[in-house]
């Protein structure tokens, strides 16, 4: 069981270690080529139900001028500023995007990025998360955002969005700010649900238009490649008879924050080896209740690692409700607890899977996989 600490709550959420080893993100800065061709004046991103997880078509948008380029996002064409000179990026998962593909120099200030910073640093050095300007602990006001004086911002729904703060991109929009939206917190049609693709795909879209956005296509298309490797090397390791069931524990006492089968850990549970409890449920991050919890019986729990309730307070409310103490997973302590930046999409998300696999490897749910 791993339990790292933190500093701030989760703001993908609406409303803001005893029996098994410790298990560490300790693998290295994403690094091998892409082979599919980026062409440097616009991409198209999918925005609409695609289910594949294939690449993303990276030969697409017309850009609208040499200084411009347009890109879909969410379903709709958007212009940015080409290269953005001043992008202000929201949350540790966007903000591991824009490290993986060198864009370092390109952000002009981020905001919730103090508890994945560890993490962070880990995966992308010191000198590039340090040199970070950090503008707000969690989710930014408009003024603050407008202060740091972005050409463009990146953020998401439930990931800084927020039309009670008048933090949206229509209202940027007005300000002559252009607005890039996680593909992963894509609204459908007018409800408040979100994903649109398939988790992968949302993933490659991302960084593949953040590359065409700040003019680092070739450190996006690297850093593509280097997830799709270790993809198929999961994919390729032996599969079990039947896929262990793996419950995702986000937060929560009187419900359970988790995922469906849009969100992150619906990719990345399935590359480990193991079936998301939540994958018939069309959404990224909602809410269940826990007769939904014991119905799916899982076979060990996931969680998401972030205060105020840490690993220990949720390990306890598993031991204490009725339904879910009884349960093998509980009784066997067959839990891993992950850091936030490695559940929210972002290219860290590799990581988060190899890491399942080795521990479902441990608890004999999975075949082991040769040694290299």
Known sequence: MIAPSRATPSPHRPNPRKSHPMIRPTLPRLTALLTAAVVATGLTACGSGDASDEPTNAAASTAAGPTEVTVQNCGTPVTFPRPAK???VNDGNMISMALAIGAERSVAAVSSMQRDAPVLREHYGAAAVDGLKQTAETYPSRETVLAQRPDVVFAGWNYGWDETRKLTPAGLAKQGIAAYTLTESCRQGTGRA??????????RTDLTNLGAITGHEDGAAKAVGDIDRR???????????KKPTVFLFDSGTKAVYSSGRFGAPQAILDAAGARNALEDLDDTWTEVSWERVIASKPDAFLFVDYPPQSFEDKVRVLRARAGVKDLPAVKEGRFLNLPYALWTSGPLNIDAA???????EGWALVPRAPAD
Request: proline content about 10%; glycine content about 4%.
């Open 86 to 88: 001043r992008l202000y």
């Open 194 to 203: 979100r994903g649109t693709v398939e988790p992968w795909t949302a993933l």
């Open 231 to 241: 993809l198929k090397a999961l994919r390729a390791a032996p599969q079990p008879a």
């Open 354 to 360: 190899e890491q399942a696999r080795k521990a479902l």
